[in-house]
T-cell receptor
């Protein structure tokens, strides 16, 4: 069975500092990997996704993620965090289940940004 | 309207009430999903519909009754809920072509409070 682990429940960074959010997955085949962001009171929005090709993926809002098969990781990074980046971040891996295509989500990492 | 919309955005109901949540997507997708998001818990998939047919029911209590009259609309009918059902209910949609590599598009959610 596939699974996604986000080991950090909360991350606190200062505005302007760099950010790395960790995601580890367990999946038997080539994974389809996603990062979503959820601002307070809102639904989830896709930041970026990976399913093949270049292992460094660029997303929206200045985010990027690197797929490392040897480490089963897909960590999200941003070189300089803005106060508006404070949100909940979810890593997910896609799978086929019967006739459906369903992502398995991690528990999320809450990002707190200090001024 | 574009994207995925949900109404109402907030709902307060007593345990004996009957209410319905509505979701509409304007993206031409064929798959629609209901998720429950409780504080401090992972995102819980409740139901999946492909081309109006239910393909996943994740052991959801019968007090939650989904309805998908067409590929653009999804309802969640609620009756005799419990206080522990208070949560953010998220609707999502995705295209089926491309399978597990497709991301989901989420609505803003309905914040449900059961008194």
């Amino acid at each position: 069975a596939q699974s996604v682990t986000q080991p950090d429940i909360h991350i606190t960074v200062s505005e302007g500092a760099s950010l790395e959010l960790r995601c580890n997955y367990s999946y038997g085949a080539t994974p389809y990997l996603f990062w979503y962001v959820q601002s307070p009171g809102q639904g989830l929005q896709l930041l970026l996704k990976y399913f093949s090709g270049d292992t460094l993926v660029q997303g929206i809002k200045g985010f990027e993620a690197e797929f490392k098969r040897s480490q089963s990781s897909f960590n999200l990074r941003k070189p300089s965090v803005h106060w508006s980046d404070a949100a909940e971040y979810f890593c997910a891996v896609g799978k086929a289940s019967g006739g459906s295509y369903i992502p398995t989500f991690g528990r999320g990492t809450s990002l707190i940004v200090h001024p | 309207e574009t994207g995925v919309t949900q109404t109402p955005r907030h709902l307060v109901m007593g345990m004996t009430n009957k209410k319905s949540l509505k979701c509409e997507q304007h993206l031409g997708h064929n798959a629609m999903y209901w998720y429950k998001q409780s504080a401090k818990k992972p995102l819980e998939l409740m139901f999946v519909y492909n081309f109006k047919e239910q393909t996943e029911n994740n052991s959801v209590p019968s007090r939650f009754s989904p309805e998908c009259p067409n590929s653009s609309h999804l309802f969640l009918h609620l009756h005799t809920l419990q206080p522990e059902d208070s949560a953010l209910y998220l609707c999502a949609s995705s295209p089926l072509s491309g399978g597990a590599r497709n991301e989901q598009f989420f609505g803003p959610g309905t914040r449900l409070t059961v008194l």
